[in-house]
């Protein structure tokens, strides 16, 4: 500060105009990045589509279309063109979000998606709300009494969660707290009773019920979310805990920890208000990582408890070979996912002031 | 006298293994790993993880003769059907009336060998992309880095799917997804342990003899970079499994009859509220060696790579 004002005026102006330089031309890096990443991910797609032993041509004139008929739909699809050029044709349309028809629902699969997505985003957020508001805590007590059994009983959560395959898991808890328990509703997103009675407006059907004073439909959307919501939550709390774990373990031994105890601050504030604090920035960057993580889990998820989002339109799809959806699907997932990582990385730059 | 003689014997080989200035290098190279064993016996878990791989292993090798039944062809259609486990099936038996117990004894072949295929495809690739791009750098460094953020970009399960998607479903394609998708943190690791010696001074030693790239890359950084993607991989062996699951219980991995766990777990998908066991047992045997190898890796990454413990 004292050597800053002793400064002349010129020269801090200098010099903010070379941090903000500096600061553009990171951000101009990063962003390109970025864009080659997501270029990255419509060239995979496109060569995937194209390696498909399923021949697009022969799949709308069937085999008995005479040899004009073929190639003039082949010459329709543009399939005729170089490569090169069919991938330009295939960036622009999806850059327009044109992702073709489904063959399966015959509708464009931009609106397929549109209506499918506000699904999975409810479970995944329901799942990281899980594992946010448990994980955490777990994590920390597990840190504070490192060795003990509590400590024990996160390993074995975090181990078991790392061992045991999702759709089993949802599968056994279908069977135990739907078939025998009762406790609570079963595969599907609403009880067919409670269909169309919210109309949507976010797409987030325990959101929409709320707004619209429909508490039958929000209890009744609740119990069918909170098992297949519980179980995405389970894997989030599994890698929170053991990440907010280490963090605390890293904060707990450093000085000013010490310093704290010395100045004779109550246990309680060293850990919750100084410790804690100084882990939640990484943390963050944890949280969405693991919301990225469970938009992969929900695709099996999705499939076991029959849940209309995005995963179990991309298995469907699979099933039938249409592969202008699960072309869509796995773009809008991997673009996502690629958003979250940005989210990620920005909001760590962002929080901590160590990497301005 | 001869307990004596047996336990002085161990002394020596004990002082022998543990030599200050070994005479040999394969003294010294026993030495390192009876260091490296001794504390891999330490960790508990560790070893239970060992012991389950090494069951899993043996269940694949003497699978004919542990198992009771035929892994394929069933029993009587009429009254085997869905039998709860019990004296003559252990684990019950599944809606071909095939005994469950033996089609997962034999499951684990396939488990092994999805494991083991996968592994040797995806380590060479990921230690020769990231070796490559940390040992030449410039423009083959970007563009190889580039790559590897491409695949990484994706979520690994989605990609597998979409590949099988356009491979056609199979366990030789599922093989093919999951390496395709796996080998993406083998080369930043690599290539992170590549930066850090390619300027040593034993490499510009090699280069002054006249070493060419490629024989400094293969002789000289791979073995330096083996250990650290040989963890990362036992680590990934959990994963792997998980996902041929996935790919299997999606019906896009192993095709029937082929008693691959994730399959049987969506074949047994039917039955659940009354036969719960055709769909439970499986999802064990997947849990299990899952456990297993996470353990072993945890144990491996302790012994091998301390560094990265904590």
Same mark, same amino acid.
């Given at each position: 500060m004292s050597l800053a004002a002793a400064r002349e005026p010129v020269a801090i102006g200098e010099e903010r105009t070379r941090a903000l330089l500096r600061i553009g031309w990171a951000v101009a890096r990063f962003l390109l990045t970025v864009a080659v990443t997501l270029l990255g991910l419509v060239a995979v797609t496109f060569i995937i589509g194209r390696v498909v032993p399923i021949d697009p041509v022969l799949a709308i004139?069937?085999?008995?279309?005479?040899h004009s008929t073929y190639l003039k739909a082949r010459q329709d699809l543009g399939l005729d063109l170089p490569l090169i050029e069919q991938f330009w044709i295939y960036c622009s349309k999806v850059l327009t979000g044109d992702f073709g028809r489904s063959v %399966?629902?015959?509708?464009p699969v931009l609106s397929d998606i549109a209506h499918y997505f506000p699904a999975t985003i409810e479970l995944a957020t329901f799942g990281t709300l899980i594992g946010t508001i448990v994980g955490i805590p777990l994590g920390v007590f597990a840190a504070i009494r490192s060795g003990s059994i509590l400590d024990q009983i996160v390993r074995v959560v975090g181990l078991v969660g790392y061992s045991v395959p999702i759709f089993w898991l949802g599968l056994m808890g279908l069977l135990l707290f739907y078939a025998r328990l009762d406790w609570v509703a079963g595969p599907?997103? %609403?009880d067919i009773s409670y269909d169309y009675i919210v109309t949507p407006v976010t797409g987030l059907l325990l959101v929409d019920a709320l707004m619209q004073g429909q508490f039958e439909v929000f209890a009744n959307a609740f119990s069918h979310l909170i098992l297949p919501g519980s179980l995405l939550g389970y894997y989030s709390l599994a890698y929170i805990s053991r990440m907010t774990r280490s963090f605390m373990l890293n904060e707990l031994s450093q000085e000013y920890i010490v310093a704290a105890r010395v100045k004779g601050i109550s246990e309680f504030r060293v850990i919750w208000r100084h410790a804690l604090r100084n882990a939640a920035v990484p943390l963050v960057t944890v949280i969405v990582l693991s919301y990225a993580a469970l938009l992969e889990g929900s695709v099996l998820t999705e499939t076991v408890f029959a849940w209309p989002g995005i995963g179990l339109y991309l298995t469907n799809s699979l099933q039938n070979a249409d592969m202008n959806a699960v072309l869509g699907a796995t773009l809008t997932i991997g673009v996502t996912f690629v958003g979250l990582n940005v989210l990620s990385d920005v909001l760590y730059r962002v929080l901590d002031p160590r990497t301005r | 006298m001869a307990e004596a003689s047996a336990a002085s014997g161990r002394a020596g080989r004990r002082a022998w293994l543990l *030599? *200050?200035? =070994? *005479?040999s290098r394969t003294q010294a190279r026993l030495g390192r790993f009876y260091v490296s064993w001794k504390s891999f016996l330490g960790n508990p878990l560790a070893v239970v993880g060992l012991v389950i791989v090494i069951a899993l292993i043996l269940c694949a090798i003497f699978a004919n003769v542990l198992a009771t039944h035929s892994p394929y062809g069933g029993g009587d259609l009429r009254t085997e059907? $869905?039998?709860? =486990?019990?004296?003559?099936?252990w684990l019950g038996t599944d809606d071909q009336a095939r005994d469950i117990y033996s089609r997962i004894i034999h499951g684990s072949r396939l488990t092994l060998m999805v494991v083991v295929l996968v592994s040797v495809i995806a380590a060479p690739i990921g230690l020769a992309v990231g070796t490559i791009a940390g040992y030449l750098g410039g423009w083959v460094d970007v563009v190889l880095s580039r790559l590897t953020d491409i695949f990484l970009a994706f979520p690994r399960l989605v990609l597998a799917l979409a590949f099988v998607a356009a491979l056609g479903p199979g366990i030789e394609n599922a093989i093919i997804a999951i390496a395709v998708t796996i080998w993406p943190p083998y080369a930043r690791i690599a290539r992170a342990e590549t930066l850090t010696i390619r300027n040593s001074e034993f490499i510009q030693a090699v280069r002054l003899q006249g070493g060419s790239s490629a024989r400094i890359i293969l002789k000289h950084v791979v073995p330096l970079c083996l250990s650290s993607v040989i963890v990362r991989v036992t680590l990934d062996m959990a994963g792997i499994i998980l996902t041929a699951a996935g790919l299997g219980f999606l019906g896009l991995g192993a095709q029937p009859p082929l008693p691959e766990w994730g399959a049987m777990i969506a074949a047994g998908r039917r039955f $659940?509220?009354?036969?719960w066991w055709v769909a439970a047992m499986p999802g064990i045997a997947i849990f299990v060696v899952s456990l297993g190898f996470n353990l072993l890796g945890d144990g491996l990454r302790d012994v091998l790579d301390p560094k990265a413990s904590r």
């Open positions: 004139v069937g085999d008995r279309a005479s %399966l629902t015959t509708n599907g997103m %609403l | *030599a *200050a200035e =070994p *005479a059907r $869905l039998i709860a =486990p019990g004296e003559k099936f $659940l509220i009354d036969q």
